[in-house]
């Protein structure tokens, strides 16, 4: 099972965007708003090609360095990416988000690379920043779902105790379909990268199910700790 991956040329690579703008089309002809999307869209194709480039260059600086700033960077940016969607002063929150989620991927990570993986030199730049974004991305998503419901909820009035188990159980709603799909209706993309890159598909699995749990913790414990800090400074309600 000797494979290497294929490279995608510039010309083929311009296809995939050929269902993208399917998309478009819908949306001009719902006469729905398409400045966000081709905005996000334009964002993402820079972004990936200029970190496609810096982390060439990280990956083979191996400075350890190197790699804790840009993780603080990556931290910094995921924090204050969860806060577009909740209405509360952004200043707090965003203090609050740093520190949920550098607390639950400090601890999901040193498990993961420490224990699971025995990584060394702890800092190895090409397996530690990978599994770090897919980390501060689902603490990143889970702070966002819960921080606007858990505001939501207050604003109706409901007590803190509440608010926060209705914010924690609607904040793993994508994490746990996420473990009740996979392998039945989706493989994820490690495993899928994986196998095309010619790993014998068992072996993928379990690198897959490191990365499902390591997601999952990262996102339950990031959005607790978020709202448990959420509690100062509210009104004593419950």
């Not at 990956?59 to 509360?88: C, G, H, K, Q, Y």
């Not at 990262?218 to 800090?229: D, H, K, P, R, V």
Request: with cysteine; charged share 10%.
């Amino acid at each position: 099972m000797e494979k290497t991956l294929e490279i995608i040329e510039l010309p083929q690579l311009a296809l995939a965007f050929l269902p993208v703008l399917v998309v478009l089309f819908i949306q001009f002809s719902w006469s729905l708003p398409q400045k966000r999307t081709i905005h996000a869209l334009a964002r993402m194709l820079v972004q990936l090609l200029l970190v496609g480039f810096f982390l060439s260059y990280v990956f083979e600086s191996d400075s350890a360095w190197l790699v804790l700033i840009l993780l603080i960077i990556m931290v910094f940016f995921s924090s204050w990416i969860a806060l577009n969607n909740i209405e509360a002063p952004k200043r707090e929150l965003f203090q609050r988000a740093v520190l949920a989620i550098s607390v639950s991927s400090v601890l999901t990570l040193l498990i993961i690379t420490q224990g699971v993986l025995q990584l060394s030199p702890w800092y190895h730049a090409q397996t530690l920043i990978p599994l770090a974004g897919m980390v501060f991305a689902s603490s990143m998503n889970s702070i966002s779902l819960s921080g606007e419901r858990f505001y939501s909820e207050l604003a109706n009035k409901v007590s803190y105790k509440k608010a926060r188990n209705i914010a924690f159980q609607a904040s793993m709603i994508p994490n746990v379909n996420a473990l009740l799909a996979v392998g039945i209706v989706s493989l994820p993309g490690m495993m899928t990268g994986q196998i095309l890159s010619g790993v014998s598909p068992f072996i993928a699995a379990r690198y897959q199910i490191m990365v499902m749990c390591m997601i999952f913790a990262s996102a339950g414990i990031s959005s607790a700790y978020f709202l448990y800090l959420a509690r100062t400074n509210l009104k004593p309600k419950s």
